[in-house]
């Protein structure tokens, strides 16, 4: 059905519902057919109404974006605008589908650029750190709701299917030129300093910096957060964490920068943590 509709109107807005997810349309078969959006029936109507939302912003956002390139070709502003409120939509849609990553990607784009700041970086590195921390997980919309809300543990097949978030986050931002600077946070983020993260197993400083600043903003937030399965760490047993693994997980520089942030700085750390 959705085949003939792409005959006629390549822009509709498709956001497709199952309730049978061994029967669901691969990944390529869903980006092939340009359908936006994807979650399996439950009921849950909080999570649909949260998603017709995001859509309905989403073509809002599209119709914006269109009309720019038509009649606004040199407000190059506005249309960086445009596309980053039209992706920042899909952002939503990942938080209707998980409720842990509310709040959490504003965390961690937060704890990134304080990183940077204390590294000394540029206000537009800056910039790039926020901007690639909010949408560092945008690649999670593509997670079946089975595996991404599992409160049990993972299986290797399941884990596997969740490794694939950084390379759909790459697929959906590298449609727009100007998030070529952020790709490699997305893509990289889970990219470990001794060559055993994935998706590359790029290793030191092989991985791009942004990436590896973000890998550490990741990482205490998600230690710090209450899950569904276990409660926030206590803060003296993360920042042990993070000094255990300055050198494989994290570059050792970066985690210093960090470990000195909390132990001199903590009042920023908890500014971003009461803001969100």
């Known amino acids: 059905m959705v085949e003939e509709i792409r005959k006629f109107n390549q822009e509709l807005y498709i956001l497709l519902l199952t309730g049978h997810k061994d029967l669901a349309p691969p990944l390529e078969t869903i980006k092939r057919l340009s359908i936006q959006g994807y979650c399996e029936k439950s009921d849950k109507f ?3 109404l949260l998603l017709i939302e995001s859509a309905l912003r989403s073509v809002e956002q599209m119709k914006i974006i269109k009309k720019i390139n038509q009649e606004l070709q040199d407000k190059n502003q506005e249309l960086e605008k445009a596309y980053l409120d039209s992706i920042e939509t ?3 849609t990942v938080e209707a589908k998980d409720s842990y990553t509310r709040g959490h990607s504003d965390r961690v784009a ?3 650029v304080l990183i940077g700041k204390y590294l000394g ?3 537009e590195d800056l910039r790039i750190l926020r901007i690639g ?5 945008i690649g ?3 997670v079946p709701d089975s595996i991404l809300l599992k409160e049990a543990k993972l299986t290797d097949e399941e884990y596997s299917e969740i490794k694939n978030h950084p390379s759909i986050g790459k697929q959906i931002l590298s ?3 100007i998030f070529a600077d952020m790709i490699p946070i997305v893509y990289h983020h889970h990219e470990k300093f001794n060559g055993t993260g994935y998706p590359t197993g790029l290793a030191g400083e092989d991985i791009p910096l942004f990436a590896r600043i973000a890998a550490v903003a990741d990482t205490f937030d998600a230690m710090t957060s209450k899950r569904s399965y276990r409660n926030a760490l206590p803060l003296d047993v993360v920042r042990a964490e993070i000094e255990k693994c300055s050198g494989t997980q994290f570059d050792p520089k970066i985690a210093k920068v960090f470990l000195d942030i909390l132990d001199h700085h903590y009042d920023e750390i908890l500014d971003i943590q009461n803001k969100y």
């Open 46 to 48: 909080d999570q649909l």
């Open 90 to 92: 899909l952002r939503y």
């Open 110 to 112: 937060d704890f990134s």
């Open 121 to 123: 970086l540029s206000k």
């Open 133 to 137: 921390g909010l949408f560092h997980d």
């Open 140 to 142: 999670k919309i593509g």
């Open 175 to 177: 449609n727009a030129e």
